[in-house]
């Protein structure tokens, strides 16, 4: 009766199906490598992972033949120096038809009883995607941070407790602070701002807080110089996906010039509203002197007319002469 191995054998197929498919879905292939026959031995999944045919009789140096050539020193410095008990647990890339892939390789190695390493069984993980999406994400995280540290807007994170987490350079720039002052963990609002605008950000930092609704404020402060510095500031909530606020980031934009510049605006448009009610009474000065002087001429020319016709001895000749005085005075004088 062989039932039971039979079973036994069954069992076994299926328990290998099981453990290539694993491998298979999980890229991850086994090895042994005889050192001192210098034999190596694959799954199937380790020989697609390097791109070999199945069944290729294989040795140490097929397996370092396929490392990539700037890595191969570096792979067999580090497997030599497992022989003195080094972990054996590194990534390196592989040269596969022309492509290059990421692999993680671990092994444990064995000893005889002279401490001669006699054999070394470990996995091979294909990590190429893990690697693509971290250089991905690395990508992503360098253009954000050049975008955070260009831009002339200050990016702050600010916590619950409304402790400083992240201040972008431009931040660092426009308060003239030194790039490696420590200013994280410790309050914001900064101890030298103004009273003024330390009490107005917390009043809004709290009551973003409470109604979970972003704000956006003016306010006037000061850098660590003591110079003015208007903010147009959003304080903005952050949720995390249990639609808790997660920390509140605090968006400033540097506005002391375009309210330089509106002070100036103003001083101008005043300079020149004063300038037009000027020009409006010159206009209205230089009207009335001309319509004046016309009337200085009826008056003088008859005064000189009727002098002509009076003689000396007639009273009303003196008067004439004083009309006529008067009126050369007035006309000098709107002149």
Known sequence: DVTDRVNAEKALVKQKEFLQKAQEIGHVGTWELNIEKNELLWTDENYRIFGLPIGTK????TFLNCVHPDDREYVDKEWKAAFDEKPYDIEHRLLVDGDIKWVREKAELYFDEKGNCIRGTGFTQDITEIKRSEKALQEAKRRNQALLDHSPVCHKIVDLDFNLQYMSDSGFKMLKLDSDVDVYGKPYPFDFFPESFKHKMTENLIKVKNTRKPITLEALTNDIEGNEVWLDSSLIPVFNEEEKIDFIT????DVTQHKRDEEEKRQLETQLHQA???????TLAGGIAHDFNNILAVILGNAELASFDIPESNPAAKSLKAIHGASIRAKDMVQ
Do not use: H, P, R
């Not at 294989?58 to 140096?61: A, G, I, K, N, Q």
């Open 276 to 282: 037009q009610k000027m020009e409006s009474i010159g």
């Open 250 to 253: 605090v968006v400033s934009a």
């Open 58 to 61: 294989l040795t140490y140096e």
